[in-house]
């Protein structure tokens, strides 16, 4: 498994094949492209260490707060540097997304229902990629009922369906609903009053 390990990994390199994994960890390594220590996502490709920096992570902020949020989080990427001396190896994200995003975007509109992964957790909102694209969806928009906190209810590394509310590639815009796919608790409950108000108002007009 380890050789074609290998082989997947340098033709990702060689061919920028898009390769997926999960974030395992968080370290500060020498990356030798720019000379300075730098906190990299780390993942395991088979027995080969993969280390992506913050600065080709494709996150707005370049901290270790922000991949401490990513943990278990899986992304795609691409490869940019091999050692197979130490079985470690150096890849972008941001060129996976690029990719997937030039690919894959243009096929959706509005309506269509697809599978995104979960990348991050917040209190009121969850960060999740749609090909290649990160998008926030906010809590209102991930169930029917109020959401104290979606930490409670979604982590990194889950899928979650969607609908498309509104695409415009132009414009960098990009609104997702889940709410669609789950039952509303008070649809019922709005037929259960009107109907109880119904059997009201013909017993007492009876009487």
Known sequence: MKDLAIKQIIRSKEEKRILTGKI???????YKLKS???PCATLWYEDIKILIPITHLGT??????ILR??????????????????????ASRIDAMKIRAELELPKLKVNDTVRVRIIAVGVKHIIVELYGKEVIIKADSLQHTYIVNCKEL???????????????ISS?????DAKSFIENPYKNIRKYLTEYRRILWKSYCIS
């Open 24 to 30: 395992t960890g968080i370290e500060n390594e020498f």
């Open 154 to 168: 979604y982590k990194p590394g889950d899928y979650l369906q969607v609908r498309i509310k509104n695409i415009d």
């Open 36 to 38: 300075e220590n730098i």
């Open 60 to 65: 707005t902020k370049l901290n270790k707060s």
């Open 172 to 176: 960098d815009t990009y609104e997702l």
């Open 69 to 90: 949020g990513m943990l278990g989080a899986e992304i795609d990427f691409i490869i940019i540097e091999i050692d197979l001396v130490t079985g470690i190896a150096i």
